[in-house]
């Protein structure tokens, strides 16, 4: 690892795209950047000053229905060398999840794991198919691990996070206000 240049900006990419980044850009150039973002069905989403975009995936349930594609999320990776897959996607972990039911309620839910005796956690698909029964119309993955915890105001921390060390100091939450 390396620090970026002081009052600069680094760019980076992997796979395909660091090959492709390596041949076009230069150090000491400037870049010209451009963004397309697109919505799950493909349609173009206009970004404003008031455009939250979150990073979630891949998709659980939709319309109802449980919908996984591990090869579209990025889930399997191409080589030999399968260990990303089976330990991501495959075994079971903690997991997060966001969702919505057929009456238009947030549902949040975060599985516990990798506690022997208490709970060992879910795969995707189990996950997936988790939000189903609890009747999500939607749900999408959200982060898993050590990163899975789950806050109330009134009680603190409800669920038991894997981390030896306990909660992880993270950037990302939901707040939900009434």
């Given at each position: 690892?390396?620090a970026?240049?002081?009052g600069?900006?680094t760019?980076?990419?992997?796979?395909d795209?660091?090959a492709?980044?390596?041949?076009h850009?230069?150090?000491g150039?400037?870049?010209?950047?451009s963004?397309?973002v697109?919505d799950?069905?493909g349609?173009?989403?206009?970004?404003t000053?008031?455009?939250?975009?979150?990073?979630?995936?891949?998709?659980l349930?939709r319309?109802?229905?449980?919908?996984?594609?591990?090869a579209?999320?990025?889930?399997i990776?191409e080589?030999?060398d399968?260990?990303f897959t089976y330990?991501?996607?495959v075994r079971?972990n903690p997991?997060?999840?966001i969702?919505m039911?057929?009456?238009?309620r947030?549902?949040?839910?975060?599985?516990?794991?990798?506690?022997d005796?208490y709970s060992e956690?879910?795969g995707?698909a189990?996950?997936?198919?988790?939000?189903?029964l609890?009747?999500?119309?939607?749900?999408m993955n959200l982060?898993?691990g050590?990163s899975s915890v789950m806050v109330?105001?009134?009680?603190?921390i409800?669920?038991?996070?894997?981390?030896?060390?306990g909660?992880r100091?993270?950037g990302?939450v939901?707040?939900?206000?009434?």
């Amino acid at each position: 690892m390396t620090a970026g240049p002081a009052g600069g900006s680094t760019v980076q990419a992997i796979g395909d795209s660091a090959a492709w980044l390596l041949g076009h850009a230069k150090v000491g150039e400037r870049l010209r950047v451009s963004e397309r973002v697109e919505d799950s069905r493909g349609r173009r989403v206009a970004l404003t000053p008031d455009t939250t975009i979150l990073q979630v995936g891949p998709t659980l349930v939709r319309d109802g229905r449980v919908s996984v594609n591990a090869a579209a999320d990025g889930l399997i990776r191409e080589g030999t060398d399968q260990t990303f897959t089976y330990n991501w996607a495959v075994r079971a972990n903690p997991r997060s999840a966001i969702g919505m039911d057929d009456r238009g309620r947030l549902m949040l839910v975060v599985v516990d794991g990798r506690q022997d005796g208490y709970s060992e956690g879910l795969g995707i698909a189990q996950t997936a198919e988790l939000m189903k029964l609890l009747g999500a119309r939607e749900a999408m993955n959200l982060d898993g691990g050590g990163s899975s915890v789950m806050v109330t105001s009134a009680a603190g921390i409800v669920n038991r996070p894997s981390d030896a060390t306990g909660q992880r100091s993270l950037g990302n939450v939901f707040l939900v206000r009434p």
